[in-house]
């Protein structure tokens, strides 16, 4: 099912991550967090060579056969890797889980290479401790959006125990078609709308661009490509459901354009989350003074096991979120 591409572009405030928060950008990213869900990064401190390797490495790991790709997914327990027609028929992705990056990227590379090699997982450790980093400082500054002090209230208690994973994602181009209009170009779903379940999530995208995020009016907007020096960031269901859903968990999507030189899209996607069997529960200072709580208590992994299992969707192409499994019909 193709469909027509949109011209629209949300504007969204850049955080200089290597500097103190001045009040002004506190109070842009506290609104742009509450209406998108979604902000920029900058300085973040990854260089565009650890950029072009980590690009350059993944695409070796695609390039293997699919039989030899299926080896490293099924097999798991956690699956590595999701092979075409799941997300959609042009999605493919490896994920890489922390805390030990380098022994995760590994069981992925022994299965595919005969040789000894690591390169992929020596890279994939500095990635996964850089992001770590960053997103420990994201959540500070993300909490600070709710309240003064809310980063020195709640980071050591509730988010101390969060880990990380990676999905290195390899988007192939649509083959373009023809009858095509010059002005709007058509465009099919990469990856089809959805939430995420994370705390916080960091996507670096190439230059390809596609990435779309859905407005309160239900309208697809488009998320700038980022080059190397821009990061975007956006909030999970769980910060979501944490903060009584005063921040945005936004749906959103990958759209690819059928005619982009035949060129793949790349991007990595970094999910922070709470550790699994921490219990979701609206604190009463995050509470607002005369509000209820809109979401039931749960436990994350109940939430994680919820969306895998949930037929529509098949963990990627999520039809259910955090509403559907802990919406409260009684506000309490
Ligand atoms: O590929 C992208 O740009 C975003 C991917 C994404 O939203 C996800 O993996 O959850
Ligand atoms: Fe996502």
Redo the contacts with the bound molecule.
């Keep these: 099912m193709s469909e027509t591409q949109t011209n629209h572009y949300v504007q969204l405030p850049v955080l200089d991550i290597s500097q103190p928060l001045s009040p002004s950008t506190l109070s842009s990213l506290s609104m742009a967090c509450k209406e998108w869900g979604f902000f920029y990064i900058t300085n973040h401190g990854v260089s565009r060579d650890l950029y072009r390797k980590l690009h350059s490495l993944s695409n070796h790991l695609f390039n293997f056969p699919c039989e030899s790709k299926l080896k490293v997914g099924p097999s798991s327990s956690v699956k590595t890797y999701t092979p075409h027609f799941i997300a959609s028929p042009f999605f493919e992705s490896f994920r890489v889980s922390g805390p030990d990056f380098f022994a995760s990227a590994q069981s992925t590379v022994d299965v595919l290479f005969d040789q000894p090699n690591s390169d992929f997982s020596e890279t994939l450790k500095e990635y996964g401790r850089k992001m770590t980093q960053l997103s420990k400082t994201i959540v500070e500054v993300v909490l600070m959006c709710l309240g003064d002090d809310f980063e020195k209230k709640f980071y050591e208690s509730e988010f101390s125990k969060c880990h990380g994973y990676l ?1 290195i ?1 390899n ?1 192939s181009p649509p083959e373009s078609i023809e009858d095509q209009d010059d002005d709007d170009q058509e465009i099919v779903e990469g ?1 089809g709308m ?1 939430t ?1 379940m994370s705390c916080v ?1 960091i ?1 670096y ?1 190439d230059e390809i661009g ?2 779309q995020v859905r407005s309160n009016e239900g309208k697809w907007m488009n998320i700038n490509p980022c080059h190397e020096d821009t990061l975007v960031v956006n909030i999970g269901d769980m910060m979501h459901a944490w903060s009584n859903g005063q921040l945005r968990s936004s749906e ?1 999507r ?1 759209v690819l354009k059928l005619n982009n030189n035949n060129v793949n899209r790349f ?1 990595l ?1 970094f999910f922070w989350c709470f550790e699994d069997d921490k219990n979701i529960f609206a604190p009463n200072e995050v509470v607002e003074d005369g509000n209820l709580r809109i979401y039931r208590p749960f436990v994350c992994e109940d939430y994680v096991k919820f969306r895998e299992s949930s037929e529509k969707g098949k963990f ?1 192409k999520v039809g259910f979120t955090v509403k559907d499994f802990a919406g409260a019909s009684v506000q309490i």
């Design positions: 999905r994602i988007y990856l959805h995420d999530t996507v995208q596609g990435l959103h990958v991007s996607a990627e």
